[in-house]
């Protein structure tokens, strides 16, 4: 059985990575391959940019060196998936260690958010030649307002990251490190975990980590601490603070998971009641401007999770149709759902399709397949995205519930592929491939069985794959987890399956500069 556990243990429209204005793009060449830098998004005081570089050689292309200048009152603040360095004007940016060849005929993105309008760059050079050209594209005035906040471009890629509310405890993670990371500017989406359900309604879920806790200066995403007096404090503070260096991130308040989807079970009795009390606590005048709306995450409709559900197939499309009536339609409205493949299983017991028109999309849980809840093995990757021989069990993998959702009708660009920045791990074991038995879960840092990405990539670090995740033995501990290798690889089928882009569990998994998140970044495109 698919399970959460990590959830219960350790206690939207969409994209908008697009200016209202058409992209703008310069192109430049080194013999066969080209670089292009395309205005993604002006706001007049700032813009974000990214730069693709096309292998158009039939030899793939090991390293790459661009250097350019940009026009005065213009600069790089911030960027991603490539190392930049800056000397007055002039800029240069190559690849991070972690980035593979780019293959002949396939492309590598890398982008920046910077300061000022955007300019397209000036005497452009790649792996040392001249690009050539070093025309400036045709210019359109800044918009003299924000982008619209509703409803950005639903043909971009969503990168969907989870916030754990309890992480400002013992994991000590809190809004800012989404900035110093970096993954503020990788995100289109922050999904704020976890609301309660509770006597049909929507409640709060840690008043104090939601909207008490005084931060200082030296915690807070801008610097500035908070006071005694002030009115609304916490991670809900801190993301408006967030929201406002950051103007493309949306912010969605997620409901229920493993250990607070019992509730639903009583709201799916009376969806209107329900939805009424989600969009007075969302809306709240406290923090109605840090949501941009609400995220189902039922575990699971007329099935079992941590209790049982019998509400009936249609319950989850009654629950999500009442929320998008009362939300409306420029709210974002998503579920995180179950990801079980399998002949009758739970995706087959609920209305999924029916409750999709609702939402702005989907996202199924495409980890946690298996782990030591069943703690004598066999050893299996937890997230598998294929099958292989072996596998304990048929249809508990990625592309097993991907196909099988998209075969209810459910459109491809509203699926996002889940990934999951923890590994999980069985102790007692003596085989070093998957199938080994063993005697229980392995240590971890805060829970047996379940360790972080930035701690196994060093403790642990991976020695092969399976199913397209990776997996290692060390000692008699078996750990199985995604790398910033095989993420690429799932990145590649969620753009050959014309999926809506991906979301992960959870961002403090993730190193200190975002190597997992920048995996997910770059492999989208």
């Excluded at 969503?158 to 013992?170: D, L, M, P, R, S």
């Excluded at 879920?205 to 908070?226: H, I, L, M, P, R």
């Amino acid at each position: 059985m698919k399970r959460s556990l990590r959830r219960a243990l350790w206690a939207g429209a969409v994209v908008v990575l697009t200016a209202t204005l058409a992209p703008v793009a310069a192109a430049y060449g080194a013999g066969s391959v080209t670089t292009t830098f395309t205005k993604v998004q002006d706001w007049g005081s700032g813009h974000e940019g990214r730069v693709t570089i096309t292998n158009g050689s039939d030899a793939p292309v090991g390293t790459w060196r661009i250097e350019f200048d940009l026009p005065a009152g213009t600069s790089i603040s911030s960027s991603w998936d490539a190392d930049v360095t800056r000397s007055g004007n002039h800029y240069v940016a190559v690849k991070k260690s972690w980035a593979g060849p780019i293959a002949p005929g396939t492309s590598f993105n890398w982008g920046y958010n910077g300061s000022g309008p955007y300019a397209a760059p000036l005497n452009c050079t790649i792996n040392g030649a001249s690009c050539g050209g070093g025309s400036t594209p045709p210019t359109t005035p800044p918009p003299t307002t924000p982008p619209p906040t509703n409803p950005p471009d639903p043909g971009g890629k969503k990168i969907v990251g989870y916030f754990a509310e309890w992480g400002v405890y013992g994991r000590n993670y809190h809004v800012k490190n989404i900035h110093t990371s970096g993954s503020a500017s990788k995100l289109t989406h922050i999904l704020y975990a976890f609301g309660n359900t509770t006597g049909g309604r929507c409640t709060i879920g840690d008043s104090y980590a939601d909207y008490e806790k005084a931060y200082t200066a030296a915690e807070s995403v801008d610097g500035v601490a908070d006071t005694w007096d002030q009115p609304l404090r916490g991670s809900f503070n801190q993301l408006r603070k967030l929201k406002q260096m950051y103007p493309h991130l949306k912010v969605i308040w997620s409901f229920g998971g493993w250990t607070w989807s019992g509730g639903f079970t009583q709201a799916a009795q009376n969806p209107t009641a329900f939805a009424e009390s989600c969009h007075n606590l969302v809306e709240d005048p406290r923090w109605a401007d840090v949501f941009d709306g609400i995220d189902v995450d039922w575990e699971y409709p007329n099935a079992c999770g941590l209790s049982c559900d019998a509400s009936g197939p249609n319950a989850f499309k009654n629950v999500v149709s009442a929320l998008r009536t009362r939300f409306g339609a420029n709210a974002l409205v998503t579920a995180a759902i179950t990801a079980d493949g399998s002949n009758g299983g739970k995706i087959d017991v609920t209305d999924y399709a029916g409750g999709a028109q609702h939402l702005n999309w989907i996202m199924p849980m495409t980890y946690d397949y298996f782990g030591a809840f069943n703690p004598q093995g066999p050893t299996a990757p937890h997230s598998p995205l294929t099958s292989y021989p072996g596998i304990p069990q048929q249809g508990f993998w990625s592309d097993a519930a991907i196909q099988k959702l998209k075969s209810k009708g459910i459109p491809a660009n509203k699926l996002l592929l889940g990934v999951g920045f923890y590994g999980r791990g069985w102790t007692g074991v003596t085989q070093a491939a998957p199938g080994g038995s063993a005697t229980g879960a392995a240590p971890g840092t805060y829970e047996a069985g379940i360790e972080d990405y930035k701690v196994l990539k060093n403790t642990c670090p991976a020695t092969g794959t399976v199913g397209g995740t990776a997996y290692a033995k060390c000692g008699s501990n078996w750990w199985s987890y995604d790398t910033p290798a095989t993420i690429n690889g799932k990145m590649t089928y969620a753009n050959n399956q014309g999926l809506g882009g991906a979301f992960f569990w959870e961002l403090s998994g993730d190193t200190g500069n975002g190597e997992l998140i920048g995996a997910i970044k770059g492999g989208l495109g």
